[in-house]
Structures are given as structure tokens and as C-alpha cells.
């Protein structure tokens, strides 16, 4: 059963500087292409919804309206882009994945196992979505896969409750509002992501100028700030 993915790289990055997190390296890979190679094992279309660079495997990129409009924003963009042609018979859920987890592909395939097997083996349960949680309890919604249905459902009850029509500023929180979502355990790490400088430091993550010049002077200092997007 394949699962449509939508990466999220398209924020500000406002505590690491401005610094885009899709561009910065783990071991000689962007955290975009981490991201990417992560998803494209759900077997599904990926789209990409951030500025559009380079990679090692076809995908699509889009950008969410506004530009820097947020997550919630951003996930409807990848709808809007996922829905283009889509046929009847297409994949029923889709996988959410922020680009700034760079050992997610263990944690993804997780709940990728957890949202293909219930589907399957309890067709017509009333879960609208499996989302990752880590040992300590805490919910990440940006490492989940949701049935289309109902996460297109609240995009179009949110755009039409907004007067700009879009959702500029609506958080995940008001986006998944009153959807029934299932916690699934993920390995250790898998959804620790990177939100400042201490962060990426221990999670071996680096600046494209630190992998070929690594000196104390490229080390970008901390901005204490958002969350991606």
C-alpha cells in the first residue's frame, strides 16, 4: 500500500540565523534529502513545499501561500499539489514530514507500519491519523501520516472560516483539531529535530561551510527562537 508524502522546508529558520535547515549536512546529505529518501519509502508521490533546489530524486515543489505563511499553510499547499490529477483509486493517506529530523527514516517507517497495517486489517476505523511519540510522551505532528480525507476535510472548514481564504498564521494545532489521532511509539532520536545550533551540535548536523572548513570561526551562533516551518 503506498503512502503520499509532504515535506515541510520551507521556513524561516529564525533561531539558527535565518540559515535554511533543508540545506544543512548530516554525514555528506542535506537534511532535505534525508527528508526525501525518508519518504519515498512510503512508495507514494513526495512533494516538497519549500524553494526548490537540486536533488538526487524526482519530486515536486511547491510553495505555500503566503510564502512563510507556516506549517498548517504549508500542508495545504502539498494537498492542493497532491490532489493535481490525482486518480480515484490514489493513495487514501498521506505521510507529513518535516525536513529538520534527520533520523526520521527509522521513526516514519514506524508509523508508516502502524497506518498501513490498521488501515488494512480495521478497514473503516474511525482514526484519522498515526502520529509519532517519543519515550518522554511528547506528540511530533510533523512525523505522521493522516487519511487525505480528513486532513483535507479541515483544510477546506479552516479556509473557508479564514476571511484571507488561506491559512496564514493557523497553527498544526488548529489544523488537526477534532481529528481522532493515534500516538505510535518511534525509536529513540527518530523524531529529534533541529531548532537551534545547540541541536544540529548534537545531532552531528553542520553548515555546508563547516563540512569543508570546519574552524570555530563557521559556527554560527544561537538565536532563541520558532519551530519549522
Not at 524526482?58 to 499553510?73: K, L, Q, S, Y
Not at 487514501?92 to 534527520?102: E, G, I
Request: contains cysteine.
Amino acid at each position: 500500500m503506498s503512502v503520499d508524502a509532504i515535506i515541510l522546508a520551507g521556513g524561516r529558520s529564525s533561531r539558527l540565523g535565518g540559515v535554511a535547515k533543508a540545506s544543512l549536512l548530516r554525514d555528506g546529505r542535506t537534511l532535505l534529502q534525508l527528508a526525501i529518501d525518508a519518504a519515498r519509502a512510503a512508495g507514494g508521490r513526495v512533494v516538497v513545499v519549500g524553494p526548490e533546489v537540486r536533488t538526487t530524486a524526482p519530486v515536486r515543489f511547491v510553495r505555500e501561500r503566503p510564502v512563510f505563511g507556516g506549517p498548517a499553510a504549508a500542508i495545504a499547499a502539498g494537498l492542493d499539489a497532491l490532489r493535481d490529477g490525482v486518480a480515484a483509486e490514489g493513495p487514501t493517506q498521506v505521510a507529513v514530514l518535516a525536513c529538520d529530523m534527520p533520523d526520521a527514516a527509522p521513526a516514519l517507517a514506524v508509523v508508516l507500519d502502524a497506518a498501513t497495517d490498521t488501515a488494512t486489517a480495521t478497514a473503516g476505523t474511525d482514526t484519522d491519523g498515526w502520529v509519532a511519540v517519543d519515550d518522554s510522551g511528547r506528540e511530533q505532528s510533523l512525523l505522521a501520516v493522516y487519511r487525505r480525507e480528513a486532513l483535507e476535510g479541515r483544510v477546506a472548514a479552516l479556509r473557508a472560516s479564514q476571511p484571507s481564504g488561506d491559512l496564514a498564521g493557523v497553527s498544526v494545532r488548529q489544523l488537526l483539531a477534532g481529528l481522532v489521532l493515534r500516538q505510535v511509539p518511534v525509536p529513540e532520536g527518530g523524531s529529534a529535530d533541529v531548532d537551534t545550533w545547540a541541536d544540529a551540535t548534537e545531532l552531528g548536523v553542520v553548515t555546508a561551510v563547516e563540512s569543508t572548513a570546519p574552524t570555530a570561526s563557521t559556527t554560527p551562533t544561537a538565536d532563541p527562537e520558532e519551530r519549522l516551518p
